[in-house]
């Protein structure tokens, strides 16, 4: 078993940043990837980023240059850096822990979410 828990989310004003931390437990050896999924209200969850644990980084197209993924083995955290924030980015972001970038499979563990929401 594997438990994500999420923090970090909260309110922004547009052009804002957020930085989002999961904390990981519990068998951190059967995981292959780590990312950070979001579900806007009446839309699908969609992929942000994900990251393997040798540090190689994937991006949605739409958020790379602004959102930045990154790990910290020493403290079983991942982080997602949120910068020049848009109200389009408001949506419950959340970790997931998984064996395919980008594509969640029914077996990957999840955070509980954290919501972000962007003001204009």
């Known amino acids: 078993q594997v438990q994500l828990v999420e923090s970090g989310g909260g309110l922004a004003q547009a052009g804002g940043s957020l930085r989002l931390s999961c904390k990981v437990s519990g068998n951190i050896f059967s995981i292959n990837v780590m990312g950070w999924y979001r579900q806007a209200p009446e839309k699908q969850r969609e992929m942000v980023a994900t990251i393997t644990p040798g540090g190689s980084a994937s991006y949605a197209d739409s958020m790379k240059d602004r959102f930045s993924i990154s790990r910290d083995s020493a403290k079983n955290t991942v982080y997602l850096q949120m910068d020049s924030l848009k109200p389009e980015d408001t949506a419950v972001y959340y970790c997931?822990?998984?064996?395919?970038?980008?594509?969640?499979?029914?077996?990957?563990?999840w955070g509980q979410g954290t919501q972000v929401t962007v003001s204009s």
């Open positions: 997931n822990a998984g064996k395919i970038p980008g594509i969640p499979q029914p077996d990957d563990y």
